[in-house]
């Protein structure tokens, strides 16, 4: 399958992740993010549906509003 670079905007921890990762992980990581691109455009959801399966999960996960706030006002 053929692949072409694209830029996509992540917070500031995600993207020093990314850049300290070795070679291998770095594929896994485009792969596992093509994937998931892939997904999201083909079921058709719309923006809402997807966002609040994202918010269930990161509930699920541990995420309440208070730590989300934290993250969304960090300088």
Not at 4 to 18: D, G, L, M, S, Y
Request: hydrophobic share 35%.
């Amino acid at each position: 399958m053929a692949t072409k670079p694209i830029t996509v905007r992540v917070n500031a921890e995600v993207a020093r992740i990314f850049e300290t990762a070795s070679e291998e992980e770095k594929r896994k990581i485009e792969a596992l993010l093509s994937l998931k691109l892939s997904q999201a455009t083909r079921e058709k959801r719309t923006l809402e549906e997807v966002m609040s399966e994202i918010s269930q999960k990161a509930q699920k996960r541990g995420l309440t509003p208070e730590i989300l706030d934290s993250i969304l006002h960090e300088k």
